[in-house]
């Protein structure tokens, strides 16, 4: 099959839609309730995997690396917003880890962690595709096939546990989380109000 009956087939411009709808929900954290953003996820995480498994299998075409669009500071800046809004719920125990699978070790994992590695390599994905080049999509498509059965899709199966469980416990976030809230201009510390230009002169008082 050539790359472009592959990469407007209609499972792969399925999979598209899904990895955009799950990307934009990761990069809107802050627009949303942390109860609204978990109940998206519920949502997404299984039909990103249903998705994801249902691409049509491509081999590479190209022999130099596709570029990586996400940089650390990207992955960082998001990661801290999910951890701010998760709180003391980002941690969830872990029951399948390969390191582990065969002793009796306790393995804790992050939810925004895992949630940030998968839109990691989405997004990625996502832009490499959106770049048009058939042949640029095709390699994108096949490196993502390639992580998804190596380790973002058991990422997915695993967070979508705890965000299951996060939906249907009804823990207070907004209680929780105000206790820490940092608010521009209100008692942080003086590095914080002056990236946010909100520090006020204390020598005019």
């Known amino acids: 099959m050539n790359p472009n009956q592959i990469v407007y087939s209609k499972n792969v411009v399925e999979f598209v839609t899904v990895a955009n709808e799950f990307s934009a929900s990761i990069e809107n954290v802050g627009k949303q309730s942390v109860e609204e953003n978990l109940q998206k996820l519920q949502k997404l995480l299984p039909l990103l995997y249903l998705k994801a498994a249902m691409l049509p299998k491509t081999e590479r075409i190209l022999e ?3 570029e990586k669009y996400i940089s650390e500071l990207d992955y960082n800046m998001l990661h ?6 998760l709180n003391e719920h980002d941690s969830f125990y872990e029951v399948f880890d390969p390191s582990i699978q ?3 070790e306790t393995v804790t994992a992050s939810i925004s962690e ?15 595709y959106s770049i048009g080049n058939e042949e640029v999509m095709n390699d994108a498509l096949a490196e993502c ?9 058991q990422q ?4 979508m546990r705890a965000v299951h469980m996060l939906v249907y ?9 105000n206790n820490d809230q940092v608010i521009p201009g209100q008692g942080n510390p003086e590095w914080l109000d002056k990236f946010w230009g909100t520090d006020e002169d204390t020598d005019d008082v």
């Open 156 to 159: 997915l199966v695993n967070v």
């Open 80 to 85: 801290q917003k999910w951890l701010q809004q």
């Open 64 to 66: 130099e690396e596709l």
């Open 114 to 128: 895992n949630l940030l590695d998968i839109y990691q390599d989405l997004k990625n994905f996502l832009i490499a």
């Open 169 to 177: 416990s009804n823990p207070d976030f907004e209680k929780e989380n």
């Open 102 to 104: 065969f002793g009796h």
């Open 145 to 153: 096939n390639e992580h998804y059965g190596e380790f973002w899709g």
